[in-house]
């Protein structure tokens, strides 16, 4: 009888031993993320203080940890990033004396060359060509070298019989399609003005080039102008008419203006600003687990917010916050109990505007990326709901279901093991370079992208569990000897995002510096268009069709233009030499 009390007692202590872990583990996370999602830190969007506070004190905690630099002698990755523009004092467009500046009429894009020109002006509708449609605003006008005049929008666009699929705006909309459409049809310059059928009756307000936007040169002059700026440079010119006739039959109605000749000048310089991984090494063999997680968010809603409010702090508690706390979690633990794997714990900036970090970090990986073993992301695990936690990447390697699967014995998550490599979160720039990956996520919730993703709303008991789970995927990927049987995938990316005509299958590498010109491929889709071409990760794609593509927004506009199943001529660099192939373009999934 006294034997059996005092196995009761050893038994009670050990309960007690594991709640008080548990619990401890939760404070952990909780007191993290109090700072990390703090209003103080300004939503960590790139160029705030907020961010650069954020990595210091990621690096603080893994300093305190005893995890080593994982750069030399530092945490720290620092890199450069193009953010923002800066106006010069010669903006503006004249005709004989009249002359319409910033603050009477006109505003470049973020996106526009800098220039000076002179040209005949044609109004070019809605700036659009859709071949898919048989619409095309620049058919029967002149359109090379003058200066391209078109309205927002598109035609019908509160129709819903409108053959540009009624309500729901199509790629051809944007400011960047109208402004490659331009440029494609040799226009020297493009103004855009509001298209007056629902543009109000409220005074016209061109608001400046955001400061937090990673703008890329669209390769022409590109600026908008009021209507009554327009108006007092052809006072004649009926542009409400014009709109009625478009909209009315869904033809263009293009035309070359009478008039003097006008000028454009748009001033502007491009900024960089500097940004930052942070890393710590837990010392092993000569593999690296990678256990990452992205710490940047929208600041006060940079671009990619749904908030419908200007200026709000976007504090990003679950994205990726939750991760963000997770993988400091991870590092103590894994430190207490390490594996025989070295385990880099980083943190990656720039994830918001197209997995940059990440991206940089695998092209400049300490001492090889073919060190890396396997790559673990956690992005947006704090929202737990009904137990059920997704991880992607399953696919990545034939191993990693047994080893999810074992891995959760513990947590017993409802786990929706699946996928490949590919999706748009830190896990991707890994996959790309040829590493398994997987990718933990407890699913999308109405605060995505909003100021409403605040610390109040996660889950921190669940939050928790993923940290063990997470902790039991690594034991598991460390016993896999040699290595993991790493799997390219055929999936196909989630649907969902802009909608495309047409797949080129190729996967951009956001790290390229914006000075370069062209398309740099981080990798090629299994069966794509791109792959069958003969293109590879380390190309430089510098024209597709009749499309010179300078950067991604150039690609997207000639998988906009071209159909499925169309011929194309590619040329790339290679090795810096040009090379030319031609491409059979597939059907897009998104």
């Not at 509708?125 to 309205?151: H, K, Q, R, W």
Request: with cysteine; net charge neutral; charged share 20%.
């Amino acid at each position: 009888m006294k034997m059996r009390t005092t196995v009761w007692i050893i038994v009670l202590l050990f309960a007690c031993a594991a709640l008080a872990q548990a619990d401890q583990l939760e404070k952990n996370l909780r007191r993290h993320l109090d700072y990390i999602a703090s209003d103080a830190r300004e939503g960590r969007g790139i160029g705030t203080k907020g961010l650069d506070e954020a990595a210091d004190y990621i690096a603080q905690q893994l300093q305190s940890l005893g995890l080593a630099p994982a750069f030399d002698s530092s945490y720290f990755q620092p890199f450069e990033m193009g953010w923002g523009v800066t106006l010069g004092p010669n903006n503006y467009v004249s005709q004989s004396d009249l002359i319409i500046d910033t603050a009477s009429g006109m505003m470049p894009l973020g996106f526009s060359s800098p220039g000076h020109l002179r040209g005949m002006v044609s109004f070019v509708g809605y700036g659009i060509t859709a071949p898919e449609f048989n619409y095309d605003d620049f058919a029967g006008v002149e359109s090379n070298g003058v200066i391209a005049l078109c309205m927002t929008g598109e035609p019908g666009e509160f129709d819903t019989s409108s053959v540009f699929e009624g309500v729901n705006y199509t790629t051809h909309s944007t400011l960047r399609a109208k402004a490659a459409n331009a440029k494609l049809h040799g226009a020297a310059a493009l103004l855009i003005v509001e298209a007056p059928a629902y543009a109000g009756t409220a005074t016209e307000v061109l608001r400046p080039p955001r400061a937090d936007e990673p703008y890329m040169d669209c390769g022409i002059p590109a600026l908008r102008i009021t209507r009554a700026a327009l108006s007092k440079l052809y006072p004649e010119f009926d542009l409400s008419a014009l709109q009625k006739f478009i909209d009315g039959n869904t033809a263009p109605r293009s035309l070359a203006l009478k008039g003097d000749t006008v000028s454009v000048s748009v001033d502007l310089t491009r900024r960089t600003v500097a940004v930052k991984n942070v890393a710590g090494i837990i010392p092993g063999d000569s593999s690296i687990i990678v256990i990452g997680a992205h710490y940047d968010h929208l600041g006060r809603g940079q671009s990619g917010s749904l908030e419908q409010k200007p200026g709000l702090i976007h504090n990003g508690a679950d994205d990726n916050g939750s991760g963000t706390v997770s993988i400091l979690e991870l590092a103590r633990l894994l430190k207490e109990n390490p594996v025989r794997s070295t385990v880099m714990i980083a943190a990656f900036t720039a994830e918001e505007t197209g997995i940059g970090g990440s991206g940089y970090l695998v092209k400049n990986f300490p001492k090889g990326i073919y060190r890396v073993r396997a790559m673990i992301n956690l992005d947006m695990v704090g929202r737990v709901r009904k137990n059920s936690l997704t991880v992607m990447g399953c696919n990545t390697a034939d191993e990693f279901k047994t080893i999810v699967e074992q891995a959760n014995q513990e947590t017993k998550f409802d786990v929706h093991c699946k996928g490949g490599g590919y999706g748009p979160s830190d896990h991707m720039s890994f996959y790309v370079a040829d590493r398994p990956v997987l990718f933990l996520f407890s699913g999308a919730h109405e605060d995505y992208h909003r100021a409403s993703d605040d610390v109040k709303k996660i889950n921190f008991r669940d939050l928790a569990k993923v940290v063990k789970f997470t902790v039991n995927i690594a034991r598991g990927i460390d016993g896999v000897s040699p290595a993991l049987t790493f799997n390219r995938t055929l999936e196909p990316p989630e649907q969902g995002g802009t909608r495309f005509r047409s797949s080129f299958g190729s996967i951009p590498d956001f790290s390229a510096p914006d000075t370069l010109k062209g398309f740099l491929l981080a990798g090629v889709r299994e069966g794509g268009a791109a792959q069958k071409a003969g293109l590879q990760r380390g190309d430089v794609l510098i024209r597709i069709g009749k499309v010179t593509v300078n950067n991604i927004y150039d690609l997207t506009y000639a998988l906009q233009i071209y159909a499925p199943g169309d011929t194309v001529e590619v040329k790339y660099l290679h090795d810096n030499k040009e090379r030319s192939a031609q491409a059979v373009l597939q059907q897009s999934t998104r």
